[in-house]
């Protein structure tokens, strides 16, 4: 029975949150497929992870045996961490854009998880698991748009999570969602719920597949 990391990183509630409304269509089609399969839930607005310490990253690299106390203390939270990324067969991400990239408790989340010689580097321990990043942003920055250049959330998590952890990725990128909000951006509104639909389509399309694929 495969295994699902659901991580959310959204400040907001899922009935104001798109990241959080897309990753459940995901996470729904996926139960619904695997009935029998394991979620395991990280909700990093309500329970941040600590941000890496001196201790937490010397400890990486070090003999356990030879550890201080608190390097000991510091790694045995790092190491919960990296187990349970390591034990998924699927992980789903809410990423929503903040100031042009990931909120800083899921960048937390992953300085913890990344670990050069085990999750990062040559021949990550986590190689080909499929990640499904769900890039909730306000605006666009869609290629060709004014914007493009500051979109520091789907380049950064391309780096990170497949050039470092060596992950299998793919977006899902609900977008414009101040549209409603912002009256400056009222004609951006159709755009804005065909891109929400799409989003929710396009979850529950990839989760069915996934699940099909790994309990295969
Ligand atoms: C602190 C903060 C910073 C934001 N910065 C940006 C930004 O730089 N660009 C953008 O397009 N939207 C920005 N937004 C809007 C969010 O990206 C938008 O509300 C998106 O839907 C967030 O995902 P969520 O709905 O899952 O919370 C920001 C929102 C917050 C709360």
């Known amino acids: ?16 949150s798109a990241s959080r409304a897309v ?7 996926w139960e619904e497929q695997h009935p029998e399969g394991t979620v395991i839930y990280r ?14 990253h010397t400890a990486g690299f070090a003999d356990p045996a030879a ?12 190491l919960e961490l990296i187990e349970e990324f390591e034990r998924a067969d699927a992980l789903l991400i809410g990423a929503p854009m ?17 670990l050069m010689g085990r999750t990062a580097g040559e021949n990550p321990s986590a190689k080909g698991t499929p990640v499904t990043v769900i890039a909730s942003r306000g605006g666009s920055y869609a290629p060709g748009t004014p914007r493009e250049g500051y979109e520091y959330v789907q380049n950064y998590l391309r780096a990170v999570l497949v050039d470092f952890l060596g992950l299998d ?17 009222a004609e951006l ?12 389509q396009d979850a529950a399309i990839r989760a069915k597949s996934l699940a099909e694929r790994l309990a295969a």
């Not at 990725?169 to 951006?185: G, H, K, R, S, Y």
């Open 23 to 29: 990753a459940e269509t995901f996470r729904k089609a």
């Open 169 to 185: 990725l793919d977006f899902i990128v609900p977008e414009l969602t101040m549209a409603a909000q912002n009256p400056a951006m």
């Open 1 to 16: 029975m495969a295994t699902l990391l659901h991580i959310d990183s959204s400040v907001f509630p899922a009935s104001a």
């Open 98 to 114: 903040y100031n042009f990239t990931i909120p800083s408790t899921l960048k937390a989340w992953l300085d913890n998880v990344a």
């Open 189 to 200: 509104i159709p755009l804005f719920e065909s891109s929400r639909e799409r989003a929710h």
């Open 67 to 78: 550890h201080t106390p608190g390097q000991a203390a510091a790694f045995a939270g790092r």
């Open 43 to 56: 909700d990093l607005a309500a329970n941040p992870v600590p941000h890496l310490t001196a201790d937490a």
